[in-house]
Each structure stands twice: as C-alpha cells, then as structure tokens.
C-alpha cells in the first residue's frame, strides 16, 4: 500500500529527532540561558524517544502522536534497559538510586509538558507562563524548576547518560 509508513520507520524517525532535541538541550545546558530553554528540549527528547518505543511495540500511530504523556510510564523501562546494556560501567549505587527513582524522575520530566498537568494540579511547565495557586503570573524563564534540581547531581547527569543511550539505541546508532 502506496504512502504508509511503517513502525519501524516511524520509530527510527522520533528516535533520530529525539537525538537532535537531546543534543540541542546539552547546547542550552552549559549556554547560561535560562534552565526552561534545556528543560523544554530534555522533555521533547524524552517524549520522541518514548515514542520511538512505542512505535516499535505496534502501538497505534494516531494514539501514539496524540498524547504528551508517555515519559512518566515508558522512560523508566527504556532507562533500567540502559542500565543493564551499560552493566558495571555506573556505581552500584547509582545505578541502585537510578532504578528507584527512574519513575519519579521520569513524571518529573512529563510535567514539563504544558500539556500534562497533573489534573490541574501542576501548571509549572518549561514552555509558557502559568498562573500560580496565589494568583501570581509565572514566566518559565524565571522560574526555578527544584523537582529536576537532581538533573545537575553525579546521578543526574548519570540519568541523562542513560537517556542519550536509550535515544541511541533506538535511532540505531
């Protein structure tokens, strides 16, 4: 059939833009903008990879594309298989607080999306302005995101090292 495009090819399309996202968020981290700049684009990596993920599962194109919200409940099982695939190369320790927090962690980067907000209960978003619970304006490029505070500690950065992973294993290269 003429013009449709398969899973696979789909998957290895989200993985490689996720690569670009994740790259242009390491640019952004050490570039002294504002943390929303490398925040939006560690959230888009994070989605498309997951995305990437469920392509190669056959899940449904149309349900996929539609939704924000795959990182709280994909990204953990793509980041325990980075684990294992890197083995002895991370401290037991970390690779221990990693795998407990992985989920957390995870939501942590979903609620970024402007999109996924907790029921209303979570407005801060790395993209637009928000008005607050006290009726205050928030402006992303002021706001100091603490809940992903743990990106810029040892085990942070060893997270992230298993995200680019996982986008590399899933764009296959």
């Given at each position: 059939?003429?013009?449709?495009?398969?899973?696979?090819?789909?998957?290895?399309?989200?993985?490689?833009?996720?690569?670009?996202?994740?790259?242009?968020?390491?640019?952004?981290?050490?570039?002294?903008?504002?943390?929303?700049?490398?925040?939006?684009?560690?959230?888009?990596?994070?989605?498309?990879?997951?995305?990437?993920?469920?392509?190669?599962?056959?899940?449904?194109?149309?349900?996929?594309?539609?939704?924000?919200?795959?990182?709280?409940?994909?990204?953990?099982?793509?980041?325990?298989?980075?684990?294992?695939?890197?083995?002895?190369?991370?401290?037991?320790?970390?690779?221990?607080?990693?795998a407990?927090?992985?989920?957390?962690?995870?939501?942590?980067?979903e609620?970024?999306?402007?999109?996924?907000?907790?029921?209303?209960?979570?407005?801060?978003?790395?993209?637009?302005?928000?008005?607050?619970?006290?009726?205050?304006?928030r402006?992303p490029?002021?706001?100091?995101?603490?809940?992903?505070?743990?990106?810029?500690?040892?085990?942070?950065?060893?997270?992230?090292?298993?995200?680019?992973?996982?986008?590399?294993?899933?764009?296959?290269?």
């Amino acid at each position: 059939m003429a013009g449709v495009v398969g899973s696979v090819e789909r998957a290895k399309a989200f993985a490689r833009q996720a690569h670009v996202d994740f790259e242009a968020r390491e640019l952004l981290a050490n570039s002294g903008l504002p943390d929303c700049q490398q925040l939006h684009f560690l959230q888009m990596a994070c989605e498309k990879v997951c995305k990437a993920h469920l392509f190669l599962k056959q899940s449904d194109p149309r349900h996929v594309e539609s939704s924000h919200a795959y990182i709280g409940s994909v990204l953990p099982l793509l980041i325990r298989r980075s684990l294992l695939a890197l083995g002895n190369t991370i401290s037991n320790k970390d690779a221990l607080f990693i795998a407990r927090n992985a989920k957390s962690f995870s939501r942590e980067i979903e609620l970024l999306s402007p999109a996924v907000d907790d029921n209303g209960n979570r407005k801060d978003n790395c993209e637009y302005p928000w008005v607050d619970t006290t009726g205050v304006l928030r402006i992303p490029a002021d706001h100091e995101f603490r809940s992903l505070g743990f990106l810029k500690k040892r085990f942070g950065l060893v997270f992230l090292r298993l995200v680019a992973l996982a986008i590399h294993e899933l764009a296959g290269e």
